[in-house]
């Protein structure tokens, strides 16, 4: 019998024939290929082997008797690592087999075996290989700069302007947390230096014992001391602890070998001004680029400090930062652009190949590639929409719309998918849904984005379930809507559709669903890994949402399921008005907004009527109109697309006059106006 070689190997060869054995170990080794011969005796021993060796692809002949168990069970040792499987087959007894191998054999290789064949097909899948692990490496590395530069740029505007510091400290650790995932974060601030009221605040995912506190304490007041002369003689007697441990982790503590974790520290400072010392611990050592964020976030929170001081150096910098995120945007666009360019050649050149006659194996290959063609369309769109998105150039075009029509789409388009994966997919809604003012493709779009997922992450023989129902505002837990529109927080006896994508899939932890629409956010998890993508699937959906003025809310058990729940403002035209003028602020420069009351309704109309005989309102392309009666009061309401400042101050003066004259001064008619300028993102209410 062959002697097993139990080496570190690239290649495992399974068998019972030794001469096979011998001929494939010869041969791979003849060209410089590692590989080790394994004898097989039984499923169990082999599996074992294979666990406890590393393997990038194994070949299996069809002697074994149990090879199509072997080849499965193979397969899902390590669905992340993808090990190519190869199987050995004679042509008789493959052809009186009635097993699908289709997700558990990548190659197969007829016997008697031609030996420049298998020699250029494991060549070309050890390249394969490589290429796979440099890429899911640079794509590891790509997506934490991006999502720590995200997180970064939006700390920089949360901090802006804010003068309370509590809240300073509340946003930094929130950043901390997100872009450098600490163990603990430990932050001594001067609260009030003079009465030596300074506080150590902790934020820590497990409590640390009597021994341990006492040293960190020590620890940080030294850093501080060597840090600002200020402190060198400094009193911290009366330092006060505030420790906020994370509740998951329940009774559980850090001893004093806790201090052997990777740490980094800085002042929070400007100038010679010294405000604190923060120090962070974590057990996974830090890389170049989180010192590089870990820098950054102090700096961000410091700057604030000095607000009043500082304000036209901070005003400048987020001009620079607006720049840059256009430029991002900009960048992003035009290699998405350029990448989706030969993509259609090269789709087209597959299916070419594929029309020809040729090898099994080759068409394995040739399937392959266009399902990395298909799925590397689907980033690269992803990416358009995000920069549409981002540079307000995605046109939405609503209408009066009944959203039934959309659920079939959404049975057609996933019925068969969920039957492969065997998961009960049903869609329950109410006879009678009312009309929303909305984009079809877009709400397409979202139900797609959000079906999908579900599909994604719930494993064979789930469920999902997809319902819609109408609801009232009131009945929505408003504290629970991830990141709301201003008009669904201020909306009252409001109607909406509820739409819920629920699945009995893997979940997300409570501390993880607030990251889950930001953009290039994946949260780690095997199984998240290996199904892909780039996390921006859920950021363009909640963008889509926002533009309909809806809101999402999420509810999420680990390794139980989730559901996601989408509101959408039923159809009339006050809610169609605002939804218009949501885009256009959004599109335009600038939009002038002018709303008149009054609980007169005949003297209201009157004035408006006088207005536009007059031209002084007048019925532009770029402008919208509506009047309704609401509580006894009358209300007019109209904006114009990127009007002059001058044009639209004459004309405020205008109304104001009338308003104020004889005719009008008894009647209570009430004039607000606003300006929303896009270029610096603020509402201004004049």
Do not use: W
């Not at 191998?101 to 420049?116: C, E, T």
């Not at 075009?397 to 029509?405: P, V, W």
């Not at 605002?578 to 335009?588: F, H, M, P, R």
Request: charged share 25%; aromatic share 10%; net charge neutral.
């Amino acid at each position: 019998m062959f002697d097993k070689i139990l080496i570190m190997a690239n290649i495992l060869m399974i068998s019972k024939n030794d001469n096979i054995l011998k001929e494939t170990m010869c041969l791979f080794s003849e060209h410089g290929i590692f590989n080790t011969p394994y004898f097989y005796d039984n499923d169990e021993n082999t599996i074992n082997f294979i666990k406890e060796n590393d393997f990038d692809t194994i070949l299996i002949d069809d002697e074994i008797d149990s090879y199509p168990i072997l080849l499965r069970q193979i397969k899902n040792i390590d669905p992340e690592k993808n090990i190519f499987t190869c199987l050995l087959y004679t042509m008789q007894k493959f052809a009186n087999s009635d097993e699908d191998f289709s997700g558990f054999v990548d190659v197969f290789f007829q016997k008697p075996l031609q030996k420049n064949i298998l020699i250029s097909t494991v060549n070309s899948l050890l390249k394969i290989r490589k290429n796979i692990e440099k890429f899911k490496q640079d794509n590891k590395e790509l997506n934490k700069s991006l999502y720590q530069l995200d997180v970064l740029y939006n700390t920089s505007f949360k901090l802006s302007g804010n003068l309370d510091k509590e809240k300073l400290y509340e946003i930094m650790f929130e950043a901390l947390e997100k872009t450098l995932s600490f163990d603990m974060a430990c932050a001594l601030i001067h609260t009030n230096s003079r009465k030596n009221e300074d506080k150590l605040i902790i934020h820590s995912l497990k409590k640390p014992d009597t021994a341990l506190l006492e040293t960190i304490k020590q620890q940080i007041i030294s850093i501080s001391k060597e840090n600002s002369t200020q402190n060198s003689q400094k009193d911290f007697s009366n330092l006060t602890i505030e420790e906020h441990i994370k509740p998951s982790y329940g009774n559980q503590n850090y001893d004093i070998k806790f201090l052997n974790s990777d740490k980094l520290t800085a002042p929070i400072s400007v100038k010679d001004e010294n405000f604190g010392t923060l120090l962070i611990y974590r057990n996974k050592p830090f890389q170049k680029e989180d010192v590089v964020c870990f820098q950054s976030i102090v700096h961000q929170v410091s700057s604030p400090l000095r607000a009043i001081t500082l304000y036209n150096e901070i005003k400048n910098t987020n001009i620079e930062l607006k720049k840059l995120e256009r430029i991002k945007s900009e960048f992003v666009s035009i290699v998405s652009h350029e990448l989706r360019t030969p993509l259609t050649p090269i789709n087209n050149s597959l299916d070419i190949v594929l029309s020809e006659n040729i090898s099994d194996a080759a068409k394995n290959f040739t399937n392959m590639a266009k399902r990395n063609v298909a799925r590397l369309s689907r980033m690269i769109e992803d990416l358009l929409d995000l920069s549409r998105i981002e540079t307000g150039k995605f046109v939405f075009k609503f209408n009066k719309y009944n959203i039934n029509s959309s659920f079939d789409f959404l049975l057609k388009t996933f019925k068969d998918q969920a039957q492969n994966k065997d998961i009960d997919f049903k869609i329950n809604i109410e006879d009678i849904l009312p009309d929303i003012y909305a984009d079809s493709g877009k709400i397409e779009q979202i139900l797609t984005n959000l079906t999908a997922n579900a599909l994604k992450f719930t494993p064979n023989g789930g469920k999902i379930t997809i319902s819609a129902k109408n609801i009232s505002i009131n009945d929505i837990n408003k504290s629970l809507l991830i990141n709301p529109v201003n008009t669904i927080i201020s909306a009252k006896d409001s109607k909406y559709i509820n739409i819920s994508i629920k699945d009995t899939g893997i979940g997300i932890k409570n501390e993880d669903i607030s990251k889950i629409f930001d953009k290039f956010s994946q949260i780690e998890n095997s199984l998240t890994r290996n199904a892909g993508g780039i996390g921006l699937g859920l950021t363009i959906t909640k963008h889509f949402i926002d533009a309909h003025l809806g809101a999402i809310l999420v509810k999420s058990e680990e390794n139980k399921g989730s559901d996601f729940n989408v509101f959408l403002p039923v159809y009339s035209e006050s809610k169609a008005f605002e939804i218009d003028l949501n885009t256009a602020k959004k599109l335009n420069n600038s939009t002038s907004l002018l709303t008149l009351k009054s609980h007169n309704e005949a003297k209201c109309i009157s004035l408006i009527s006088r207005l536009k005989n007059e031209n002084i309102i007048k019925n532009l392309k770029n402008s919208k109109e509506i009047s309704y009666k609401d509580s006894q009061t009358y209300t007019y309401k109209t904006y114009f697309s990127n009007m002059q400042k001058s044009a639209f101050d004459f004309m405020i003066n205008q109304i104001e006059k009338l308003i104020n004259g004889p005719e009008y001064t008894a009647c209570g008619i009430v004039l607000e106006k606003a300006v929303f300028n896009k270029e610096h993102d603020d509402d201004y209410s004049i």
